[in-house]
């Protein structure tokens, strides 16, 4: 089980640190900037939220196989190796996160940041000192939310890579092969370690979601220069 624990917390691991470097500014320009075919956007990207993962899986697939986009003219060959299953697992929870940064963004004080402006405050200085203490409770929960769904996940990660011990089996996919031979007492550990990993995580989003409304609620006085 440590191989596929191992797989499984770096699969989750760098999906989460993607996703708050992608997503980022991806949520802020959604959440502060209006653009033609912003609806368009939006919708494409939240859409693996109700894709099957399997379909979703499919389709990256085709993207990075063989005889994909990324194979025949980037010369990346990810079918069935860790870099393709970290892709899937990308885009299969980026509306998780995205969502998470979009609402931190939308909730700073629009008169709060004008203000800094109007103190002379460059750009960089209003992101340090204003707009990062504020949204980063909400910015730290979408990524640990993105991070525990990672755990779990089972249909993208078969579809683009299989079952390859030390490689693309995640613990979700060692579980179900457990199953599969009916090895249940061991299935029941795995089952049971997911279950108390995802339930830590969920209550430190929890906490953070408290610390981000306790933030919100009231301004931070802008220090003078």
């Avoid at 624990?5 to 959440?31: N, S």
């Avoid at 697939?61 to 003219?73: F, K, M």
């Avoid at 979408?142 to 579809?159: C, N, Q």
């Amino acid at each position: 089980m440590s191989e596929s624990l191992i797989v499984t917390l770096r699969l989750a691991f760098w999906t989460a640190v993607i996703l708050l470097a992608v997503g980022t500014p991806l949520a802020w320009l959604l959440a502060r900037r209006r653009f033609f075919g912003q609806e368009a956007l939006e919708t494409l990207l939240l859409l693996p939220l109700v894709l099957p993962p399997t379909v979703l899986g499919f389709y990256i697939l085709l993207l990075v196989g063989e005889s994909g986009p990324l194979a025949r003219y980037l010369g990346l060959h990810w079918a069935f190796t860790f870099k393709g299953i970290l892709l899937g697992s990308v885009i299969f929870n980026l509306p998780l996160a995205l969502s998470a940064y979009r609402e931190a963004f939308r909730s700073l004080d629009e008169e709060l940041l004008q203000t800094a402006y109007t103190l002379g405050a460059g750009p960089g200085r209003v992101w340090r000192e204003v707009i990062l203490p504020l949204s980063l409770p909400g910015l730290l929960s979408g990524t640990l939310l993105a991070f525990a769904h990672s755990l779990g996940e089972f249909g993208v990660v078969i579809m683009i890579g299989g079952s390859l011990p030390g490689e693309t089996r995640v613990v979700s996919i060692y579980l179900f092969e457990l199953t599969q031979a009916l090895h249940l007492q061991e299935a029941n550990r795995v089952a049971l370690l997911l279950v108390i990993l995802s339930f830590v995580l969920l209550l430190s989003v929890r906490f953070l979601e408290a610390r981000w409304r306790s933030v919100t609620r009231f301004t931070i006085p802008f220090p003078s220069r």
